[in-house]
C-alpha cells in the first residue's frame, strides 16, 4: 500500500470505536450515580456535584466552539468571552422580565401573566447561537484579513469592549438594554411546556429534579456541538479551514477564499459559544456582567490547549478536567491542604495555575493531552518536505526514501 | 439582493472608501476638540497637561513592547505584569526599605528615587530575559503562535507572582511627591506630578536613544530586527542580541512602574490593562517603531484625559477602555501600519 493511501486509513480509522458509547453512557447515568460515587472514601469528596457538572459541560461547549477557530482555523481569538456574553444577554433580552414595556408570551416555561418577551428557550438558544454568530460577522469583517497575533489583539480588544458596552448599557439615550451593573435576572427556566401532559416537566427550575435534567439537555448539546464539530471538521469546509491553518498563502494559491472561509470559522465557533451561554444563563437564572472578563477567554484558550488544538475529544477532556478544577476541584484541594494545617488557599492563585499549565504544554507538549490524529501522524512520521536533493552537501542525496511515495 | 450586497462589500474594500471614512472619523474628533477647546480654554490645557503626565508613562510602557516586537515579532503579554511587578517591588524598597513618608525631605526622597531605581532596573531587566530565556527562546523556531500562546501563560504567571507577594491591596507612592503646583503660567497649572514624571522619563528615554543609535550592541538590535538570517550571517549573535533588548525592554519597565507608584496607586493586575493599552499605543504609532511608540502613547494619554476630564460631550472614564480599543481596531483596519510605520505585509 502506498504510504499516501495508509495515512488516510490512519486519519480515518477509530480505534477506540467502543470508547465513545461507554464514555456517552457513562455520561447519562452520572447524577444518577453522583450519590453513590460522593461516598466512596478518598475519591469521594472530590466529585463535582450533577450542578457543578452542568457549568463544566457550558463551558467545555464553548471551548469545542473555540477550537472551530483557534484549532481548526488558526486565528487566536482571545476575546471569546464576548461570544458567552452576547449568548448570555440574548437569553436575557428574549426570556426575562427586562423589557417591561412589553409582554409577549410563547411557549414559555412562566406564568403568562408576567411582563417582558418570554420565548421557549429552545428558541432563544437558537436565536442566541444566530445572534451570536451575526455577532462573529460583525467582528470578523474588519478583522479577519490581519493575520496572526494582529488578530489576536484586536479580538482581546472586542472582548473588553462587549463587557464594557454591557456593562455601562443601561442607557443608550436613556434605553436601558443591559440593566448596567446589576445584569438582568431572573431568566427563564428551561422546559417542556407543551410536553407536560406526558410527564415531562413544564419548568426544570421548580420541577423536583432541576440539576438533573439540566444536566441531561446540557450532555445532550455537548454531544449535539461535539457531532457538529465532527462533522464539520470532515466537510469541505473544514478542510478549507485546516488548509489556511497549515499554510495560509498555499491556501489562497489553491483557491480556497480566505475572508469566506474564516468568517464562517468565526461565525460558527461563536455560535455555540453563544448556545452554551445562553443556556448557562438558563440555568443560573440570570446575566451579570461580572462574569465576561478576560481571565474567561484565557481559561477557554487554556481547555484548547491543554487538550490539543483542533482535537475534539482532547479539547472536550481538558475542558472537563479544568472546569472541574476551576469550579469545584480547586477549592476541594485547598480544603484538604488547609486540613493538612498549610495555610495556601488554591483558588486564589487559578488563573496563574492555568498560565503555568499553558506555558509548560507550548514547551513540553504542544499538540496537546490528545494530539489531533493528522497532528499525530505529523509528529510521528514528518512531513514530507524534506527536499530530494540538499544543496549544502552538494551532489548527496537526503535521507528521504524515494521509494515511500 | 446578493450582487448589490457584494458590490457594496466591494465597495467598502476600496482604500480610498476606507481612507475617507478614516479621514471622516478623525476630522469628528477634531472638531470635538475644537469646541471643547473654545468653551474652557484653561481646563483643556490642564487636562493636556494631564494627558502628558499619563501618555509618557504610557510610552515607557509602549517602548518596552515595541523593542521586543520589532525584534521577535511577539507581543509580549507579559511585559505589562513585569511593568507592576516592579512598581510593587520599587513600592517595598522606597516605603519600608528606605522607609520615606511624606515627611521625608525632598533630598532623602530624590535619593530614595535613585536608590531604588538603581536597585529595580538590574532586577527587572534580569527578570525579563529571564522570562525570555526560559520561555520563548525555545521556541524560537515553533510557529508564530505558539510564543504568543506561551506569553500570554508567562502574563497570567507573572501577574499570580505579584499576587502572592503583594496580595490584592495597591501600594501608593503618591504622598513622596508634592500635590499642587509646581508653577503655574498664567492660569495654567504645571503640576509636581508631571515635573517628577518628565524628570525620570525624559532622561530615560534620551540613554536609551543614545543606546539604540550609537552603540554597538544598539545597531545589532537594528540589524536583527531588520534581518535575522542577514544579521546573523554578518556574525552578529542573534540570542544575545535578544537577550538585551529583553534586558532593555525590563528596564524600561521598571523606570515605568516607579514613575506609575509616584503618580498613582498599583496593584498586581494594574499591569494587564495597561500593558494593553502601551500596547495599543505601540501600534498607534507604528509596532516596531521606537518614536512612533512614544507618539502613540502620547496620543492615548491625551485622548484618555479628554475623555476623562473634559465637560462637552465626552462618555467620561466609563467608556475609556472601550475609547482604547476601539481606537486600537480603528487603526488596525484604517492604517494598520501606524502613525509612524511603513506598510507591513500583516496591514495588507
Known sequence: ?405 | MKDTLNRVLVRLRDPRVVNGIGLGLLALVGVWLVVNFIKGPQEFVNVALDGLTRGSIYGVVALGYTLVYGILQLINFAHGDVFSLSGLVASTMLLTVLGLTGDSSNLAVVGGIIVTLAVTIPLFAVVNATIERVAYRPLRHAPRLTPLITAVGMSFIVSNISLALYGVDYESGSDLIPQGAAFTIGDIIVTWKLVVALAIIVPALFVLSWFVGYTRQGKAMRAVAQDTEASAMMGINVNRTISVTFLIAGALAAVAGLVFLLEYNIRYDTGFELGLIAFTAAVLGGIGNLAGAVVGALVIGFVQSFNEGLTWHAPGGDWTRSIVFGILIAVLVFRPEGILGEQTPEGA
Open chain 1, 1 to 405: 500500500m502506498t504510504s499516501l493511501a495508509s495515512r488516510a486509513q490512519a486519519l480515518r480509522s477509530n480505534t477506540n470505536a467502543w470508547l465513545v458509547p461507554l464514555v456517552i453512557l457513562l455520561g447519562l447515568l452520572y447524577p444518577f450515580l453522583e450519590d453513590g460515587l460522593s461516598t466512596l472514601p478518598l475519591i469521594g469528596d472530590f466529585m463535582p456535584t450533577t450542578g457543578t457538572v452542568v457549568v463544566m459541560i457550558a463551558f467545555t461547549m464553548m471551548a469545542v466552539g473555540l477550537n472551530i477557530v483557534v484549532g481548526y482555523c488558526g486565528l487566536l481569538d482571545l476575546g471569546y468571552v464576548a461570544f458567552y456574553a452576547v449568548g448570555a444577554y440574548t437569553a436575557g433580552w428574549f426570556a426575562s422580565q427586562h423589557f417591561e414595556q412589553v409582554t409577549f408570551h410563547l411557549g414559555s416555561s412562566v406564568d403568562n401573566d408576567k411582563v417582558g418577551i418570554h420565548l421557549t428557550m429552545w428558541l432563544v438558544l437558537i436565536l442566541a447561537g444566530l445572534l451570536t454568530m451575526l455577532s462573529g460577522i460583525v467582528i470578523g469583517l474588519p478583522t479577519l484579513r490581519l493575520r496572526g497575533d494582529y488578530l489576536a489583539i484586536v479580538t482581546l480588544g472586542f472582548g473588553e469592549i462587549i463587557p464594557q458596552v454591557v456593562r455601562n448599557g443601561d442607557s443608550f439615550g436613556g434605553f436601558n438594554l443591559t440593566n448596567g451593573t446589576f445584569g438582568i435576572a431572573p431568566i427563564d427556566p428551561v422546559g417542556f411546556p407543551v410536553l407536560s401532559a406526558i410527564g415531562l416537566p413544564d419548568n426544570f427550575q421548580t420541577s423536583d429534579n432541576r440539576e438533573r435534567w439540566y444536566y441531561l439537555i446540557a450532555f445532550l448539546l455537548l454531544l449535539f456541538t461535539i457531532f457538529c464539530s465532527v462533522r464539520l471538521r470532515d466537510s469541505r469546509l473544514g478542510r478549507a479551514w485546516i488548509a489556511i491553518r497549515e499554510d495560509e498563502t498555499a491556501a489562497a494559491a489553491m483557491g480556497v477564499p480566505l475572508m469566506r472561509t474564516k468568517t464562517w470559522a468565526y461565525a460558527l465557533g461563536a455560535f455555540f459559544g453563544g448556545v452554551a451561554g445562553a443556556y448557562y444563563a438558563s440555568f443560573k437564572s440570570g446575566a451579570f456582567p461580572a462574569d465576561f472578563y478576560f481571565n474567561i477567554s484565557v481559561f477557554l484558550l487554556c481547555m484548547v490547549i491543554l487538550g490539543g488544538m483542533g482535537s475534539i475529544w482532547g479539547v472536550t477532556v481538558g475542558g472537563m478536567i479544568l472546569a472541574y478544577l476551576n469550579f469545584s476541584g480547586l477549592s476541594t484541594i485547598g480544603t484538604k491542604i488547609q486540613d493538612a494545617g498549610l495555610n495556601f488557599d488554591p483558588t486564589k492563585y487559578q488563573f496563574g495555575i492555568y498560565g503555568i499549565i499553558i506555558v509548560l504544554m507550548m514547551l513540553f507538549r504542544p499538540a496537546g493531552l490528545i494530539p489531533e490524529r493528522r497532528h499525530r501522524i505529523e509528529l510521528e512520521e514528518g512531513v514530507h518536505d524534506t527536499p530530494f536533493y540538499d544543496v549544502q552537501t552538494e551532489g548527496a542525496l537526503t535521507d528521504r526514501d524515494r521509494s515511500n511515495d
